[in-house]
Nanobody, 114 residues
Framework: QVQPVESGGGLVQPGGSLRLSCAAS????????MGWYRQAPGKERELVAS???????WYVDSVKGRFTISRDNAKKMVYLQMDSLKPEDTAVYYC????????WGQGTQVTVAS
């Protein structure tokens, strides 16, 4: 299975917003929950949000109320709307299934700084 392709990252000021997109493929997407993970410099990769095939969502406490995950099953796309961004959200963001069955893609860099 080809790994997902993430896009939409960039440099944003604290309090700003970004919308990440993930293009997935294959049967893994169709039958699994999908998630957004992130890895900050010097830290372990962590799951920040996930969504089941039926639309049930989960968020890590640090992003609850600020991030919104969604998926388009017909297009095999996953999105992460990130609002009220904080410097501690700075990381490379990756998309994968939950559990992570795909290979890891390049990710997309999100930098929150003034």
């Amino acid at each position: 299975q080809v790994q997902p392709v993430e896009s939409g990252g960039g440099l944003v000021q604290p309090g700003g917003s970004l919308r990440l997109s993930c293009a997935a493929s294959g049967s893994i997407f169709s039958i699994n929950a999908m998630g957004w993970y992130r890895q900050a410099p010097g830290k372990e990769r962590e799951l920040v949000a996930s969504i089941t095939t039926g639309g049930i969502t989960w968020y890590v406490d640090s992003v609850k109320g600020r991030f919104t995950i969604s998926r388009d099953n017909a297009k095999k796309m996953v999105y992460l709307q990130m609002d009220s961004l904080k410097p501690e959200d700075t990381a490379v963001y990756y998309c994968n299934s939950r559990p992570a069955f795909y290979g890891w893609g390049q990710g997309t860099q999100v930098t929150v700084a003034s």
